[in-house]
């Protein structure tokens, strides 16, 4: 290696501070970590002087990562790791030497605003001074390097926020348990890298996202209403009374212009007076769309969803094509997905759905969780052993008002060795050691069968004898678990067995009234997520009510800034940062 002078040493300080203070990029370890057999890639000196820059900036690092270290599930790194192990595997050749690259690279980070990401994050009018100079002058090659590995961070960290998003979900819910990435992540990384060793930056971005058109809808749909935004937004209607049918006036009138803006009435009616067939089936399909009750009337609610305003709904759409980074790639195979905010479960066999069912999910004070899990078995004509929360909550105070109320419910009184109590032998102002038990049966909480996916949560599906709230819009009423309108239509899919488990034999097992657990013969993966968009047939995007207030903190982690170090190719030294300082 050439001998290095006192100033390239001060640049080599730069670079490290500069690499190092971006660590609250961490992301889930897109490559793996650099093993034995990576580090005799960079075993010959790299053959120009910039290569030779980039390494020495980058060798404090190879100590910083320990080069055997097993990657872990779920485990977080710096990008900087990513840079370590991107230079390392073209034995830090500078990347952007190519002024069409780097063209691209500036293009393609201005067009992330299209995917609801922040452009001003990623610096590129620094970026973009920092190489206008390059090419103005004769730069060092200090500079060259800084230059270059600068962009890299900007690529990478771009590329991780379209790839897998930029808010870590396992920081917004302690719980969160979903995989960090499908695929191969090495592979999958290595192949954007690759669009770069192309000369094809905008193909690297371009394959980044989400590929599914759901993706693409909420893409579609983010730059509808940012055109109605910039148009100045859409009318808001006068509140105060309940708009209906054969009414007129300035109200029904804004009513009209509102519903001709988001696309529920034809434009050429917005001129037309009155409350009139065609608004009635507007706002009918309106609040069928939106979760509210179909009524025709734009009553208090229908008109306080109307008058959201449209900057607020981009918000919604940015927040749910995050969520879309983080969970899309699980849409795959066969698998059965909870979407909670919308009350509904559906089963998918090889990516294509096959069953869909409204359900009822946990009330906001017991809200049913976000994870993922595997369901195992089926457990015919259960009995329901009471949750200490309800217990507490709800059944001994029914208990206390009515002494009948166990009897008529079915419910038993056990101690703690299963033996069964008189009822009236247990202080209900202070019960101890003591747990409730209702027998089988269609009427029971749990109805004729739960669906079983071992967690943390003791959440599952299952049949229940509330059939009258499945008509209600808003069905946040369970104490956390998942009622399902239709269970057994399910659970026949899942067994996928037309011979033992058609529908007969279905009906067979629920009539000998054991209760009885029953493994499938695979397991199949059980999603709950949590959406507060949808699609509409025609692909435009409705909202539905966040009814458990999620979407603000994904909002504001959107909102942060991105912490890329500045780029001022001027400066020559900059304090020394420890890696994994703030790291996500």
């Not at 980039?54 to 097993?70: G, H, N, V």
Request: hydrophobic residues 40%.
């Amino acid at each position: 290696m050439v001998q290095l002078t006192r100033s390239f040493v001060i640049s080599r300080m730069f670079f490290m501070g500069f690499l190092i203070s971006g660590a609250a990029f961490g992301q889930t370890s897109p490559i793996e970590p650099v093993s034995a057999a990576s580090s005799e890639i960079d075993a010959a000196a790299p053959d120009d002087a910039v290569g030779q820059a980039i390494q020495a900036s980058l060798e404090p690092l190879r100590s910083a990562f320990p080069p055997l270290l097993t990657a872990r599930r779920h485990q977080r790194v710096d990008v900087s790791r990513v840079v370590l192990d991107f230079y390392m595997h073209r034995n830090y050749r500078a990347a952007w030497t190519d002024d069409s690259d780097v063209a691209q690279l500036l293009k393609s980070l201005e067009d992330t605003r299209i995917d609801g990401l922040t452009p001003a994050d990623f610096r590129i009018s620094e970026l973009a001074q920092a190489h206008e100079s390059l090419v103005a002058a004769m730069p060092s090659t200090a500079q060259r390097a800084m230059f270059d590995m600068a962009a890299t961070r900007t690529f990478i960290t771009a590329l991780l926020q379209l790839r897998r998003g930029k808010v870590d979900p396992s920081r917004l819910d302690i719980h969160w348990n979903f995989e960090p990435a499908g695929g191969n992540a090495r592979e999958d990384m290595n192949t954007l890298f690759a669009a770069l060793d192309a000369h094809d930056v905008a193909r690297a971005f371009a394959d980044a996202p989400p590929q599914e058109a759901i993706y693409r809808n909420l893409r579609e749909g983010l730059a509808r209403l940012r055109q109605i935004r910039d148009a100045g937004g859409w009318p808001k209607v006068a509140v105060g009374q309940s708009l209906k049918p054969g009414m007129d006036g300035v109200a029904v009138a804004q009513l009209r212009a509102r519903l001709v803006a988001g696309g529920y009435l034809d434009a050429h009616l917005s001129t037309k007076a009155g409350y009139d067939d065609k608004v009635i089936a507007a706002v009918k399909r309106y609040q069928t769309e939106q979760y509210l009750g179909a009524d025709g009337v734009a009553g208090a609610a229908t008109l306080a969803a109307l008058n959201v305003p449209v900057e607020a709904r981009i918000d919604q759409v940015r927040v749910n094509m995050e969520r879309a980074r983080w969970l899309l790639y699980k849409l795959q195979g066969t698998f059965v997905i909870v979407d909670i905010a919308g009350y509904k479960v559906a089963m998918y066999r090889d990516g294509l759905p096959i069953w869909h069912s409204r359900v009822q999910v946990g009330k906001p004070v017991r809200s049913t969780p976000v994870f993922q899990a595997e369901i195992t078995y089926i457990t015919f004509n259960p009995t329901w052993t009471v949750p200490p929360t309800i217990l507490k909550q709800d059944v001994i105070p029914k208990v206390q008002n009515d002494p009948g109320y166990l009897a008529a419910n079915r419910i038993r009184v056990l101690d703690r060795e299963g033996n069964v109590l008189d009822p009236s032998s247990v202080d209900w102002s202070n019960p101890r050691g003591i747990h409730l038990r209702q027998d089988a049966g269609p009427d029971s909480s749990l109805g004729q069968v739960v669906i079983r996916f071992p967690n943390d949560y003791a959440i599952y599906l299952h049949d229940t004898p509330h059939r009258e709230l499945f008509a209600k819009t808003v069905r946040a009423t369970s104490s956390g678990c998942i009622r399902v309108e239709n269970p057994l239509q399910l659970v026949e899919l899942l067994f996928n067995d037309p011979v033992r488990w058609n529908s007969a034999g279905i009906q067979k097992q629920l009539a000998n009234g054991r209760t009885e657990n029953v493994p499938l013969p695979v397991k199949v993966p059980v999603l709950l997520a949590y959406w507060t968009v949808d699609l509409s047939k025609d692909g435009r995007v409705t909202f539905k009510p966040d009814i458990y207030d999620y979407d603000a903190r994904v909002l504001q982690g959107l909102s942060q800034p991105t912490k890329l170090p500045a780029l001022d190719l001027r400066r020559a030294e900059v304090p020394l940062v420890v890696t994994g300082q703030n790291q996500l």
